[in-house]
Every structure is written in C-alpha cells, then in structure tokens.
C-alpha cells in the first residue's frame, strides 16, 4: 500500500479518503464516472478511462455471505466496510456475478476487542492450531483433520455426513495444555498472560474440561494419548501434521525437532477453547466475472466497457470454480496492472505469451 500511495502522491494524483461510491454513472455506451457521498456531500467524479472496482468482497454483509458465501454467521476478521459494494455498484450495469465456495474459516472473540462501530474484532485461530501441545477436535472428541495446514482443517470443518445430516466437526474446540499458555501467543494474549474466562474453559485434568464441554472423556483421553505418541516418533499418522513446509513456517515452533508442529499435551491445567465459524478472513471467492484484463463481463459474456475489477471484488476463478484460499494480496496487484494497462490503451500480452510458452 505504501508503494501505491507513494506512487500516486509522485505523479500529483489525487486520493480522496472517506468517500463512498454509491452508483457507477454510464453514457448508454460505458462507464463514465460515479457518484460519491463525503461527509453528506454528494460528489461526481468523471472517469477518462475507466472506474476500477476494488471495495473487496461481501463478507459483511449477512444475506450476501449467506446466499453466496452459505455462511450463516457474519463473524468476519475484515472491517465492517466490506459489504459487497461492488455487486450493488456493478449490477445494474449488467456485471456477471460467479459463484465460487468460500471457505470457512475458524476464529474467536477476546471479550473486550472490539473495531469499528463496536463490532467484535474476530481473529483467525489458524496461527495457533498448529502450535505444539495444542490438538483440535470435534465433539465426539476425536481429532479430525491436520491443524497446521488450513486447506485440510477447513475442508474438514464444512464437511457433511449425509447420514446423519449434521456437521460432525463442528462445532469444535481448540484443546491445549499449560506449555503452550507458557510458550506461546493466543490472538493478543502474550504466552503467560491469564486466558479470559469467557474465552475459554479450564480444568485441572483432560476427564474435567472433556465433562465440562460435554465430550466423551474417555474419547478425548484417547485421543491425547495416541496424539502425544505422535510426538515422540515425530510422525503424525493419522493427518501428517507438520509435513506441510507452509505449515511448519506459518504455525510451528522451529525449535522443536523433528517436527515443528507437535508437542504432547501433558501439563494441567488443560484449556478448552470454542472454534467459531468466521464468515471470512479476507479471501471470499464469490465476486465479478472479469476477462483477462480485469474487464467486468456482462451476462453476455462481453466485457461492460470502461469497467474493471480488481481484488476480492473479483471472483476467484484462477483454481476454477472451487475454494479459494489465501495469495489475495498478489491476485489482487496483477488485477491493478492488467485494468491498468489495458485502460491505458496498453493491454498486456501476459496470457497470450503464457499461452504460448506452455504450448497451448
Ligand atoms: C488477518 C488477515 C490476514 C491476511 N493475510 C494475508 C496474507 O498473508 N496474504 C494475502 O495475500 N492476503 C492476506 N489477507 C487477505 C488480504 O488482506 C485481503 O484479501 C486484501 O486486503 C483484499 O484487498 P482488496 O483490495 O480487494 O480490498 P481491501 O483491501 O479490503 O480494500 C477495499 C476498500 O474498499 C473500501 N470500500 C468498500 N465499499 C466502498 C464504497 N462503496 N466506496 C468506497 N470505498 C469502499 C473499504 O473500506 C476498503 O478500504 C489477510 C486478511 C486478513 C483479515
């Protein structure tokens, strides 16, 4: 962002902070310009060659993630603005909207954090679920997936038993014991600081917090007691955690070897604490259809001229029509440079380039 803004500021481009676009404005032929609300001002800002769309995705916004993303709750870890701005500017101009699942995310709420406008300020528990001496699982007190690598624990958590018409891992709590409060960071809570009561539940031994949480104690014992084997081979044979290099990076601890991602749960008390469901973190999938140059596409499949797309705006196709997950930053500055140069009158030949050299 510093680069981008730096950038703008050289060449005297203006920035206009805390404006709201409400509607894109057209001449019957493309897209000229919007219309702006500031501090109850109206503004009309004219666009030579083209508007860029690039207010991110709908996660905010509760009957958007529900009927595109099928998430029931809005806990979200993006800001309050992020509410699907872009499908209400793009739409009555004919903009193409894809449907792709989203992801679910798991997170949790330190009581007392807060964002904007009050609304709770919900953190990604992925950082912490792959920290040794911390294990998952799901009501029946069974483990159920790798907790140091999101694209299986996420998978994971949607998954459905058509049997029985439940969700079988969820809910879900992130179970761990005294080593890991001492060791290492939980959200904002530094490694020793007293865990919230409201966050979490604790007990002395693994029979007392499984009670408490209403799951099977014998279960969980078992289910500690095969993990802590886990940890002294350094192998985890059921969902070979810590064989990801990405999770070993992003939610080990490199001093533990072989495995950076598994530490035995030994030392009371132990603390139980529930994963909630975020509607997002940044990555939804669902959003316009664009062409190779960010072009928004029509539902007649021909690019809406002088309209891009760029960023979680964009449906994330580039996996095909299927979960998307994480790399938003980097999808999101080739969007800026392909709308850029194409408005320009300087369209890139990336694709056809990247076409040839693979020989397609
Ligand atoms: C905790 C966390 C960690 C993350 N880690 C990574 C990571 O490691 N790597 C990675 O690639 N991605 C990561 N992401 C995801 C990444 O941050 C987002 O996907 C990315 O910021 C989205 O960029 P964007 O430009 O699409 O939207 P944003 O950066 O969200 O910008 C959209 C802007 O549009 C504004 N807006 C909305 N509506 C309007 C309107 N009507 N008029 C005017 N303005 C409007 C919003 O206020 C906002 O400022 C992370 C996200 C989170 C929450």
Same mark, same amino acid.
């Given at each position: 962002?510093?680069?981008?803004?730096?950038?703008?500021?050289?060449?005297?481009?203006?920035?206009?902070?805390?404006?709201?676009?409400?509607?894109?404005?057209?001449?019957?032929?493309?897209?000229?310009?919007?219309?702006?609300?500031?501090?109850?001002?109206?503004?009309?800002?004219?666009?030579?060659?083209?508007?860029?769309?690039?207010?991110?995705?709908?996660?905010?916004?509760?009957?958007?993630?529900?009927?595109?993303?099928?998430?029931?709750?809005?806990?979200?870890?993006?800001?309050?603005?992020?509410?699907?701005?872009?499908?209400?500017?793009?739409?009555?101009?004919?903009?193409?909207?894809?449907?792709?699942?989203?992801?679910?995310?798991?997170?949790?709420?330190?009581?007392?954090?807060?964002?904007?406008?009050?609304?709770?300020?919900?953190?990604?528990?992925?950082?912490?679920?792959?920290?040794?001496?911390?294990?998952?699982?799901?009501?029946?007190?069974?483990?159920?997936?790798?907790?140091?690598?999101?694209?299986?624990?996420?998978?994971?958590?949607?998954?459905?038993?058509?049997?029985?018409?439940?969700?079988?891992?969820?809910?879900?709590?992130?179970?761990?014991?005294?080593?890991?409060?001492?060791?290492?960071?939980?959200?904002?809570?530094?490694?020793?600081?007293?865990?919230?009561?409201?966050?979490?539940?604790?007990?002395?031994?693994?029979?007392?917090?499984?009670?408490?949480?209403?799951?099977?104690?014998?279960?969980?014992?078992?289910?500690?007691?095969?993990?802590?084997?886990?940890?002294?081979?350094?192998?985890?044979?059921?969902?070979?955690?810590?064989?990801?290099?990405?999770?070993?990076?992003?939610?080990?601890?490199?001093?533990?070897?072989?495995?950076?991602?598994?530490?035995?749960?030994?030392? %009371?008390?132990?603390? =139980?604490?529930? $994963?909630?469901?975020?509607?997002?973190? +940044?990555?939804? @999938?669902? *959003?316009?259809?664009? &062409?190779?140059?960010?072009?928004?596409?029509?539902?007649?499949?021909?690019?809406?001229?002088?309209?891009?797309?760029?960023?979680?705006?964009?449906?994330?196709?580039?996996?095909?029509?299927?979960?998307?997950? %994480?790399?938003?930053? =980097?999808?999101? $500055?080739?969007?800026?440079?392909?709308? +850029?140069?194409? @408005?320009? *009158?300087?369209?890139? &030949?990336?694709?056809?380039?990247?076409?040839?050299?693979?020989?397609?």
């Amino acid at each position: 962002m510093g680069y981008l803004v730096k950038g703008a500021l050289d060449r005297e481009i203006p920035l206009h902070t805390n404006v709201n676009v409400e509607e894109l404005i057209g001449d019957g032929e493309r897209v000229i310009g919007v219309r702006a609300t500031r501090d109850g001002e109206t503004l009309y800002i004219k666009a030579n060659r083209g508007v860029v769309l690039a207010v991110s995705s709908y996660e905010r916004n509760a009957s958007y993630a529900k009927t595109l993303g099928h998430q029931l709750k809005v806990e979200s870890m993006v800001m309050p603005s992020i509410n699907g701005a872009h499908l209400r500017l793009a739409g009555p101009v004919g903009g193409r909207v894809a449907r792709v699942p989203d992801v679910t995310l798991l997170g949790f709420h330190v009581p007392g954090e807060e964002q904007e406008n009050g609304v709770p300020l919900w953190r990604g528990a992925l950082p912490f679920l792959g920290l040794p001496h911390t294990i998952v699982v799901n009501r029946a007190g069974k483990r159920f997936a790798n907790e140091g690598f999101y694209r299986y624990i996420y998978y994971a958590t949607d998954i459905i038993d058509g049997n029985t018409q439940t969700h079988p891992n969820y809910p879900c709590w992130a179970i761990l014991d005294q080593q890991a409060r001492d060791k290492y960071p939980f959200g904002s809570l530094m490694p020793g600081q007293p865990m919230p009561e409201a966050l979490r539940v604790s007990a002395d031994s693994l029979e007392q917090l499984a009670e408490k949480i209403g799951v099977d104690a014998a279960a969980l014992g078992g289910t500690v007691e095969r993990f802590n084997g886990f940890c002294e081979t350094g192998v985890d044979e059921d969902f070979h955690r810590g064989t990801h290099p990405w999770g070993a990076l992003m939610c080990g601890d490199q001093s533990r070897q072989p495995n950076a991602n598994l530490g035995p749960l030994e030392r %009371g008390p132990f603390y =139980a604490i529930p $994963l909630h469901r975020l509607a997002g973190g +940044g990555i939804a @999938a669902s *959003g316009l259809v664009a &062409d190779q140059h960010c072009q928004v596409m029509g539902w007649n499949d021909e690019p809406i001229a002088g309209l891009y797309v760029a960023g979680n705006s964009q449906a994330c196709l580039d996996n095909g029509a299927f979960m998307q997950s %994480g790399i938003t930053n =980097a999808r999101g $500055l080739t969007h800026g440079y392909l709308a +850029g140069r194409n @408005a320009a *009158g300087k369209p890139s &030949d990336l694709l056809q380039q990247a076409i040839q050299r693979l020989g397609l």
